[in-house]
Structures are given as C-alpha cells and as structure tokens.
C-alpha cells in the first residue's frame, strides 16, 4: 500500500500569517495515464471533510485562492497565503493513483 | 445542489450485521464512481470501499474483505454497506463519497455512526 505522511501533525499559526503543509507518498503517484491523482481535504469540527484541492494543484469550485497546492511524484505541498480563522480544522492529502486509496494522517490547523 | 444521505447507522454488538444506505440527489449518479470511507471517534479518515458506475469494479480495504459488501442500485439512485462479522475497531462514522478527479467536485455525506459493542 502507498504511505502517505504528513508533516507537521499540528500547526498552529497566527491570524494573516501563511501556513504551509507536506504531503509525502511511498510511490511516485503519477499514473499511466500521465495525472497524478493527489487530493486536499479540509475537515472543519464537527464537519464532514471537503475537497480543496484536485491532480495537485487544481482548485474545486467555491474554494478561496489564497488556497494552493503545488508538487510532483512523491512530494506536495498544500498552503494558505493567509490563514483565516475559518481555516482551522484537519488538513488530509489523499492518493488515488493506487490501490487501496489511502490518506495522509492529518494535520490540525489552529490559531495560535 | 449535490446530496449524500447516509443511514443504517446504530449500535450493533460483536459478530452482529448492519447495512448501510446513502441516498443521492443533484447530480447524474449512474455516471460515478462512489466510496465508503470511514472515520474511527478522533482518528484520521480511512478509505473502505469503492464501486464504479456501473458495479463493474469493486474493491475493499484489506481491514474489511470478506465481512463487507458494497453495492449500489442506480435506479434508486442509492449506495449500499452490508456489513457482517462486525468488529470493536469497525466503530467509526461511514462516510459516502461521491467520487471524480476534475471540477464536478468530491461530495461527502454528513455521515453515519456505526458502533460496535457488547
């Protein structure tokens, strides 16, 4: 199965400040298709989670811009040019290039 | 607007069955690809189940082969979960999942409660 790790587990930042987060996957997730299918989720509390981010850098409709992602292969980043306090909550990447599906552990995104 | 209702939830002990719906509205759901992913109380998300459009692939996580069976019923517009053999560690809110990888987005459900004791 693909590993998915993410770092940090917690972040706390400060209200306007960018926050920034690693998504790392055991294998290239690029796809014989030539995509590479890593996803963002946002999970607010008590909420269900929501897509951010779509093939690493496509962002879903209704999402801010000051929401990005960016990365190739093995490496990607989800960041927030400026964090509001609407942000906080669980952050997971996912990996559908491979089978099982398999996400990240989550970061926690909160104010400092 | 995209719709996911899941129910069938509840408290369920050891060994017993449970089968999950989730009911969609708002978009074409013959067209996609649906999954069960669930959330144990204060953990991380994991992927459980997926069913393409037409039931032709099914796959299941290893932590559920051969207890669980999804299916789906495109005339309903519904998505199953029978669960068997069921399991302390299957306790977890079981999410559907409408599933695309371009701009007609990812949907969740608000999720439903399994709970598995004696």
């Known amino acids: 199965d693909v590993v998915m790790t993410q770092s940090p587990l917690s972040l706390p930042v400060t209200l306007g400040q960018p926050a920034s987060i690693s998504c790392r996957s055991s294998q290239s997730l690029v796809y014989s298709d030539g995509n590479t299918y890593l996803n963002w989720f946002q999970q607010r509390p008590g909420q269900s989670p929501r897509r951010l981010i779509y093939k690493v850098s496509n962002r879903d409709s209704g999402v801010p811009d000051r929401f990005s992602g960016s990365g190739s292969g093995t490496d990607f980043t989800l960041k927030i040019s400026r964090v509001e306090a609407e942000d906080v909550g669980v952050y997971y990447c996912m990996q559908g290039t491979h089978w099982p599906l398999t996400f990240g552990p989550g970061t926690k995104v909160d104010i400092k | 607007e995209v719709q996911l209702v899941e129910s069938g939830g509840g408290l369920v002990q050891p060994g017993g069955s449970l089968r999950l719906s989730c009911a969609a509205s708002?978009?074409?759901?013959?067209?996609?690809?649906m999954n069960w992913v669930r959330q144990a109380p204060g953990k991380g998300l994991e992927w459980v189940s997926y069913?393409?459009?037409?039931?032709?692939?099914?796959y299941y996580a290893d932590s559920v082969k051969g207890r669980f069976t999804i299916s789906r019923d495109n005339a309903k517009n519904s998505l199953y979960l029978q669960m068997n053999s069921l399991r302390d560690e299957d306790t977890a809110v079981y999410y559907c999942?409408?599933?695309?990888?371009?701009?007609?987005?990812?949907?969740w459900g608000q999720g439903t409660l399994v709970t598995v004791s004696s």
């Open positions: 069913i393409s459009s037409s039931s032709s692939t099914i």
């Open positions: 708002g978009f074409t759901f013959s067209s996609y690809s």
């Open positions: 999942a409408r599933e695309s990888y371009d701009s007609s987005g990812y949907d």
